[in-house]
Every structure is written in structure tokens, then in C-alpha cells.
């Protein structure tokens, strides 16, 4: 039975995970490379903000103790960084963290750039740091323009690893409380929240906090991974969630904790997720995974991103580039590391599917299913003028084997006869996923330049077009193998290129300029 598009058209697609992008930490942005991925993503996708750890890494710079003990602060780095971002419409979603060594109380640390992970001293000197840092940025960039960025109070403080303290959840509210009324002494228009948890941690307990002590707060933001799953049950087969819910429900979960507190009309943000995998506790890997850079990782991007778009505010993959150090960094072509492109920028599955989805514009259009598709499929459409756009995946979950390809029937409603031209961009491995094809080449360290070539062609997605009659439908057909997912578009075909030689007698033309040149 065919899945039938109708002309009826519904709200837009929200895409909240077109609101944020990641970055590893703030001193890689030093680096051009990683701009000139930002650069490349901006121009293909456009997110309006960026989060990354580390602002306040000794590797910044950003605060030093004088010899009185009085502190010192600076942002050269800070502002060299800010200023890129915005120049490519990127607006901070700020991080406030590590601890500055001058202020930290312990020399516990963290990744492989040793960020300082501890609490403060004197918790009036961190309040200090992000008043004075909070002061400065409306100084360089104006009130009007802060107002819009979002400040986040530290990463992870639920895990030991992110914040070393016998009593994590008590200093977390003083680090929290310090910093929410440091950025609101400066304006209180200007947006602060956390706990930036993982494992969507302590959200009720945040809120019950802010509202018990009446600390501001302007959104809430934790995260979760598909690894959390094995993590948390010991494998995805022992976990009580059904087949692929698990992130959809932690999702689900945390929306209803915020609309049914005292606090109900807090933002949502997820900052940080990604395509991370495995079916064991005893596979989960945090530095060689396949899922990251394969096919399989893009239609997970694809499932959930379709899935959850009307249950946050904004959702953020971690990360956009391989160019990433919390471990030492790879110079490998394909590396199982973060990024939706490699270190030189080629694009997964993961980037492509961002990209496509990226394409749908206008409101959403009803669809009549007619039966119940296999479990990880989807399609979605959307019209803008008189364009359809539309995207569909065949999504495999990892424990379900292999699977036939799904073949599908479409029908799409048109209210204007005629011809229109179908095109399809498809993901599929060799085309729209390099990595597989790099890898049955014998994973070279150091490609030809041929080879990078092919490599980047192959890392794009397979294009075709098709010229279709409409008289009250148009109809086609979806064929998608497990892990594949394509865009596709329907616009009318326009009037054809008007050849110059009809408005124009070329011939008469050049006999008059060479007649001209002739009588000078």
C-alpha cells in the first residue's frame, strides 16, 4: 500500500537539532582548520549556536593571580574566538567551565589537555571570573546581542570524572548559584541554566533548588548517548525499553519533569548527543567507534532527529570535527572519532544526514501511512511554495541483524497538473559514506592524492533525477537498504532555457562588429 503525501499542510518542522553545534574545547578554535569545518557545515546546514568545553582552561589564559593575591583577568583568546564564531553566524552557548588553576582547590584534571576539574577555592572568586567575563563579552558585543547567546554552568558535575567533590550535588548548586547571579548582576535578561548532567540527571532536583532558593534560572540542559543504554542495563537486549526508544524516552522523560514542575515553561536544551554505539557494556568504547563514522551512524542521526523534533528546544551533536582532543588527536583519514567531518573535513553518513534534513523547508504535510511501516522507518515532507520536499530513512537497529531492503510506494497530492521534475539525493555506502569503501582499500594512514579525491566524491550522496506527470498526484517508488536515507524534491518543471541564438541573429551580430572595426 502506498504511503500517501496529501496537500495539507500542518506547523513547520522545529529541527532542534539545527539550533547547536559542538565543538571539543575552546583553544582548538585557534586552529583554521577547525574554522574552516565550521565554515563548511555553516554554508551546508546552519546552526545558530556552538558549545564546547574548556572556555576557562588554563590554555586560555583567562585568569592569573597577581603576587598581592589579587586576580587578574584577560580575554585575548576568549575575544579571537568569539569574533570568528560570530563573523560566521555562530553565537556562543556558553560553557562555563574548567576550573582556572588559580582558583582551583585541587590539581584534579581531566582529558588529555588536563583541564582542571575540581571546585573553587573561594566560590566568590569563581562568581568573580564569570561576572568579569560575562561584563566584558556585552562590553566587545552589546547587550542586545549577549541577551542572545545562552551561559551554562559547567559539564557533567553527576560524574566524578567532570567534577571532583565529596559532596558533588552540594558544591554544584554554590558553583551553580555563583555563576546565575554573577551573568544576572550584569543584566538580568541574560539567560543562565543547567545542570548540564549526564545520564539526564538531577533536572527535577535542579529546578526544586532554583525554586526552594529562589536562584534564577532560564533553561535546563543535561545529556544522554546511545551507549548509556548498555551502560545503564548491561546490554541493549536486558534494557526495558522497547527497540530504539531508549534516547526517545529519556527525551520524552525530562519534557514531562519540566512541565510538571513549578517551573514549567523552562527551555529544554540536550547539549550533547550522539551516534555512539554498542550492543555490551562490555563494547561500549568512547574512542574507536565504528557508529561514529559509518553508515549505520547516519540513519541513527536521521530516526532520532525525525523522532524527537517536537520534545526539545534544541539538541546538540557532539562533535562537528575530527579535529578533537580529548584524546590524543588521530591523523588517520577516518578515525571512529566525534566529528560529522574528518580531520580534513571530508563528511560522514553522520554530516549528510544533517544536510538533507537540512533541506526541508516550509510546512509540514499530512501523511496517510495506509499501514504501519517497519520499525525504523520513516518519511517526512514538507512544502514551500510550490516545492514538496521530503526525507525518508531505513534505520536497522543495531541488534536487529540484517533486514531487506524496504521498498515503498509513494503518492504524492499536487493541486496543479503537469510535469514535474523528481530529484533524490541518497546515502548510501560509497556515496554519501566513505568510510566503508576507505576501509576495503586496506585503511591506508597517508592517501595519494587520487585517492583523496575518489575518497571525497565517494563521500558525497548519489544523485538522480526523473521527469513525472501529475494530474491530481504524482507517484514513485522509495527503495532503501538497511542504514540508507534519501531527500527528495518535486517542483514543477519550469519554461527550458531560452537558447541565446533565438533572441539573438549571432551571425548578423559579429558581421556588425567586424563591420564597425572595419570603418575606425
Request: with cysteine; aromatic share 12%.
Amino acid at each position: 500500500m502506498a504511503i500517501e503525501i496529501t496537500e495539507k499542510t500542518t506547523e513547520k518542522l522545529n529541527m532542534p537539532w539545527k539550533k547547536t553545534i559542538t565543538v571539543g574545547r575552546a583553544y582548538d578554535l585557534i586552529r583554521e582548520d577547525i574554522l574552516n569545518h565550521l565554515r563548511y557545515l555553516q554554508q551546508e546546514i546552519g546552526y545558530s549556536y556552538i558549545r564546547f568545553h574548556a572556555l576557562f582552561d588554563d590554555s586560555m589564559g583567562v585568569v592569573k593571580r597577581r603576587k598581592d593575591g589579587t586576580l587578574s583577568f584577560q580575554w585575548h583568546h576568549v575575544d579571537k574566538i568569539y569574533d570568528a564564531l560570530l563573523d560566521m553566524g555562530l553565537r556562543p552557548f556558553v560553557e562555563l567551565n574548567p576550573m582556572p588553576e588559580a582558583l582551583a582547590s585541587g590539581a584534579t584534571t581531566m582529558f588529555h589537555y588536563k583541564m582542571n576539574v575540581t571546585p573553587p577555592r573561594k566560590f566568590e572568586e569563581w562568581g568573580m571570573l564569570v561576572e568579569k567575563f560575562t561584563e566584558h563579552c556585552v562590553d566587545r558585543y552589546g547587550l542586545d546581542e549577549v541577551k542572545k547567546w545562552y551561559f551554562e554552568v559547567w559539564n557533567e558535575p553527576n560524574l566524578q570524572c567532570f567534577w571532583d567533590s565529596e559532596t558533588p550535588q552540594e558544591d554544584y548548586w554554590k558553583l551553580y548559584d555563583a555563576a546565575a547571579f554573577a551573568v544576572k548582576s550584569i543584566d538580568s535578561d541574560l539567560k543562565v541554566g543547567g545542570p548540564s548532567t549526564a545520564y539526564a540527571g538531577w533536572v527535577k532536583e535542579m529546578i526544586e533548588h532554583c525554586t526552594s532558593n529562589d536562584v534564577p534560572i532560564d533553561f535546563v540542559s543535561t545529556h544522554v548517548y546511545q551507549l548509556d543504554e548498555p551502560i545503564d542495563f548491561g546490554s541493549v537486549k536486558a534494557s526495558p525499553h522497547e527497540k530504539g526508544q531508549f534516547m526517545i524516552d529519556n527525551f520524552k522523560s525530562v519534557k514531562k519533569i519540566v512541565r510538571r514542575s513549578s517551573m514549567p515553561d523552562l527551555e529544554i536544551h540536550w547539549t550533547e548527543w550522539n551516534a555512539q554505539t554498542a550492543t555490551t557494556k562490555g563494547d561500549v568504547t568512547f574512542v574507536d567507534n565504528k557508529a561514529m563514522d559509518n553508515l549505520y551512524g547516519g540513519s541513527l542521526v536521521a530516526y532520532n532527529c525525525i523522532e524527537l523534533d517536537e520534545v526539545c528546544d534544541s539538541m546538540a551533536y557532539w562533535t562537528a570535527s575530527d579535529i578533537f582532543e580529548e584524546h590524543p588527536l588521530s591523523n588517520a583519514p577516518f578515525s571512529c572519532t566525534y566529528g560529522l567531518v574528518t580531520n580534513k573535513g571530508i563528511p560522514k553518513a553522520t554530516a549528510n544526514a544533517f544536510r538533507l534534513m537540512s533541506k526541508l523547508r516550509g510546512n509540514k504535510l499530512e501523511i496517510n501511512l495506509g499501514e504501519d511501516l517497519p520499525h525504523g522507518c520513516g518519511v517526512v515532507a514538507t512544502k514551500e511554495l510550490k516545492t514538496i520536499n521530503g526525507f525518508a530513512y531505513n534505520h536497522l537497529f543495531i541488534t536487529n541483524g540484517d533486514r531487506k531492503a524496504w521498498s515503498q510506494a509513494v503518492s504524492v497530492m499536487v493541486s496543479e497538473k503537469g510535469k514535474y521534475l523528481l530529484t533524490i539525493a541518497c546515502v548510501k555506502v560509497g556515496a554519501g559514506s566513505a568510510k566503508e569503501v576507505w576501509k576495503n582499500i586496506g585503511n591506508p594512514q597517508n592517501l595519494t592524492p587520487i585517492q583523496e579525491e575518489a575518497i571525497r566524491k565517494m563521500a558525497e550522496p548519489e544523485y538522480s533525477f526523473k521527469i513525472l506527470d501529475a494530474t491530481d498526484s504524482i507517484s514513485f517508488d522509495i527503495v532503501l537498504n538497511s542504514n540508507e536515507f534519501l531527500y527528495f524534491e518535486l517542483k514543477p518543471v519550469d519554461e527550458r532555457a531560452v537558447s541565446k541564438s533565438v533572441e539573438y541573429d549571432l551571425n548578423k551580430l559579429n558581421k556588425q562588429l567586424f563591420t564597425d572595426e572595419a570603418t575606425k
